[in-house]
């Protein structure tokens, strides 16, 4: 069985502060994919990264940055100086053999200037 | 990446009909997806389309309630039958792509379908 668990339903934060996004997944795979999307209030789904599990280096993209731990199965995402447009529901997700995406529940992030 | 459309952006249906959704995507892709957004919710995958052979379900979801059809390697249509309002969601499909970092799913915009 696999499972996503994004234990945080909401965040509010004022602009520019940071603010990290928690993940926690279940998987019995050896190769996995976990994923994080964001989901504006207009509704599409926006990709953000990919991180397959062999692959623990942490990364950083501008203002966005993830932190990979295996020993926790965790993948959390940090927003560093968060913007207003920030805000957005984020998805966790992951990705066993199969191809098949499992989301987390979401958490919306409300970021207040 | 790709470019995916789905027809229509949005509807309102009444109870008992049904509602087919078109998905069509720019590149021709093996494997295309359908997601359900339930109102305030995750996604969760209804079924794996890939061309020439059936789709493939999830529990929960079977096919006389979400007929899938994938006619060819860029289209894919989704029919919710028979809906009631618990049917009410967002219907996304999505494609998976090789990109230069790997495998990447890309989705459309979305179906909004109320049911009254």
């Known amino acids: 069985a696999q499972k996503v668990t994004q234990a945080q339903t909401e965040i509010s934060v004022v602009e520019k502060e940071d603010v990290t996004l928690d993940c926690v997944y279940e998987t019995r795979d050896t190769t996995y994919y976990l994923f994080w999307y964001k989901q504006p209030p207009s509704g599409e789904l926006v990709f953000l990264i990919r991180r397959n599990s062999f692959d623990e280096q942490n990364e950083i993209s501008g203002r966005y940055s993830w932190n990979f731990q295996k020993s926790t199965s965790s993948f959390n995402f940090t927003i560093t100086a968060s913007q207003v447009v920030d805000s957005a529901v984020y998805f966790c997700a992951l990705m066993e053999y199969g191809n098949k995406l499992v989301f987390g529940a979401g958490t919306i992030l409300r970021v207040k200037s | ?116």
């Open chain 2, 1 to 116: 990446s790709a470019v995916i459309s789905q027809k229509p952006s949005r509807d309102i249906c009444q109870r008992g009909t049904s509602l087919t959704i078109q998905c069509q995507v720019d590149s021709q892709v093996t494997m295309m997806f359908w997601y359900r957004q339930q109102p305030g919710q995750s996604l969760t995958l209804i079924a794996t389309a890939n061309q020439g052979s059936e789709a493939t379900y999830e529990s929960g979801f079977v096919i006389d309630k979400f007929p899938i059809s994938r006619p060819n390697l860029t289209f894919s249509t989704l029919t919710v039958s028979n809906m009631s309002p618990e049917d009410s969601s967002i219907y996304l499909c999505s494609v998976e792509l090789e990109v230069d970092r790997g495998n990447e799913q890309f989705f459309g915009p979305g179906t909004r379908l109320t049911v009254l």
